[in-house]
Antibody
Framework: QLQLQESGPGLVKPSETLSLTCAVS??????????WGWIRQPPGKGLEWIGS???????YYTPSLKSRATISIDTSKNQFSLKLSSVTATDTAVYYC???????????WGRGTLVTVSS | DIVLTQSPGTLSLSPGERATLSCRAS???????IAWHQQKPGQAPRLLIY???SRATGIPDRFSGSGSGTDFTLTISRLEPEDFAVYYC????????FGQGTKVEVK
């Protein structure tokens, strides 16, 4: 069974760039039937989709974060990453990576990683 | 972008009772691309339903989804103790959006 594992700093300073990686194990990120996404959840709040990518390198984002978010796919390392620039305290959240079959919703999630934005 | 509004915010029920959760979209959802996820405290969401009414692999048949267009419903026929959680609807396709969630709590 394919698994996803997020990793990255748990603390980021305001105005800096948040960087997270999602390692894909027991499966290939290069599969043509899957897209790979990032979703976040502020403490005590609901889910917010950030963006998704495909193994070809194509990406798409939610409009409110499009100017600050970058998703990249590294097929050689079987992982994908998220960079979110110019962070503020409102970016504090649990960040999840997830898999999405084309034309289907997110069906496999990582365990999530808490990122706190604070000086 | 499509906005999803879930109601009620909190549902207080007893084990064995029926739960009915609503998800309303701001515009018609293409191909009824609505999913339902369950999330328990400290855990990642788990997919329950996709395409409005199809159960995901391994999901018990007490969970059912219905609806079309802009109005969708998740029904839990008889609540088990492990069903008390937060439920999110998701619209998917080209872009993804989530509802704000409905908490099902023990009465």
């Amino acid at each position: 069974q394919l698994q996803l594992q997020e990793s990255g700093p748990g603390l980021v300073k305001p105005s800096e760039t948040l960087s997270l990686t999602c390692a894909v194990s027991d499966g290939s990120i290069s599969s043509s039937i899957y897209h790979w996404g990032w979703i976040r959840q502020p403490p005590g709040k609901g889910l917010e989709w950030i963006g998704s990518g495909y193994y070809t390198g194509s990406t798409y984002y939610t409009p409110s974060l499009k100017s600050r978010a970058t998703i990249s796919i590294d097929t050689s390392k079987n992982q994908f990453s998220l960079k979110l620039s110019s962070v503020t305290a409102t970016d504090t959240a649990v960040y999840y990576c997830a898999r999405q079959l084309s034309g289907r919703p997110f069906d496999l999630w990582g365990r999530g990683t808490l990122v706190t934005v604070s000086s | 972008d499509i906005v999803l509004t879930q109601s009620p915010g909190t549902l207080s029920l007893s084990p064995g009772e029926r739960a009915t959760l609503s998800c309303r979209a701001s515009q018609s959802v293409r191909s009824n691309y609505i999913a339902w996820h369950q999330q328990k405290p400290g855990q990642a969401p788990r997919l329950l339903i996709y395409a409005a009414s199809s159960r995901a692999t391994g999901i018990p048949d007490r969970f059912s989804g219905s609806g079309s267009g802009t109005d969708f419903t998740l029904t839990i026929s008889r609540l088990e103790p492990e069903d008390f959680a937060v439920y999110y609807c998701q619209q998917y396709g080209v872009t993804e959006t989530f509802g704000q969630g409905t908490k099902v709590e023990v009465k």
